[in-house]
């Protein structure tokens, strides 16, 4: 069980496109989900929090406008890179949270996505 | 500021032997002490985690060792496989696993 997807698992596009990546939680709800984003060869660094029904949480140096969140349910949340430029070029991963308090609290991290942009 | 690092960025070990990945952290203001396996091109796996009042726990063929007085951080596998290449990062977490921090990463390569 906490099975957590991301789609795509790989994208290409142009510079100045958005793209959109999903994460999923498959087999549990999640009240919280994690964007993350990981350059090569570098350690994971959180972009935002975002908690169902809710704004997401940004840190600090993330753009919210640049980053669009949106978890609009228990089982799902997706990033939009807008207007993308080669610099957001990067392995985004998103983890998500148990919501049901029987279960371990931990973070269950998705198999991440590769975004390359031209 | 809030760090979590590590000593060693690559770590080699024979097949067989026993593998330890050290980690200092700066900030003790943490739930937990985690460590996360990340295979090349996949997102972490949970491997074990500690929670910041103990000085041990144990695992299938990993211990994680806390030593609050220095602030150091290890995992030690038992019997390291090829199957363990992979690079490990020890993280911390705050409001129980609500905020994790990643340290640096160290790469460990199994010779067979």
């Known amino acids: 069980g906490a099975v957590v997807s991301q789609h795509p698992s790989r994208v290409i596009c142009k510079s100045g496109t958005s793209v959109k990546i999903e994460c999923r939680s498959l087999?549990?709800?999640?009240?919280?989900m994690f964007w993350y984003r990981q350059f090569p060869k570098k350690s994971l660094m959180l972009m935002a929090t975002?908690?169902?029904?809710?704004?997401?949480?940004?840190e600090q140096g993330v753009e919210k406008d640049k980053f669009l969140i949106n978890h609009a349910s228990l089982t799902l949340s997706t990033l939009t890179v807008t207007s993308a430029h080669p610099e957001d070029s990067s392995f985004y991963i998103c983890?998500?949270?148990?919501?049901?308090?029987?279960?371990?609290?931990?973070?269950?991290f998705g198999p991440g996505t590769r975004l390359t942009v031209l | 500021g809030e760090s979590v690092g590590l000593h060693l960025p690559t770590l080699s070990v024979q097949e067989g032997d026993n593998s330890i990945i050290n980690c200092a952290y700066s900030?003790?203001?943490?739930?937990?002490f985690i460590w996360y396996k990340q295979e090349s091109g996949k997102g972490p796996q949970f491997i074990i985690d500690?929670?910041?009042?103990?000085d041990k726990r144990q695992g299938q063929r990993v211990t994680v060792l806390l030593n609050k007085t220095v602030k150091h951080l290890s995992l030690q596998i038992a019997a390291t496989q090829p199957g363990d290449s992979a690079v490990y990062f020890c993280?911390?977490?705050?409001?129980?696993?609500?905020?994790?921090?990643f340290g640096i990463g160290t790469k460990l390569q199994v010779i067979p």
């Open positions: 983890s998500a949270r148990d919501a049901q308090r029987d279960l371990r609290d931990t973070q269950y």
């Open positions: 087999d549990f709800q999640a009240t919280t």
């Open positions: 975002s908690n169902e029904g809710s704004k997401a949480t940004y």
């Open positions: 900030n003790s203001a943490s739930d937990y």
């Open positions: 500690i929670r910041s009042n103990m």
């Open positions: 993280a911390r977490g705050s409001g129980g696993y609500q905020k994790v921090t």
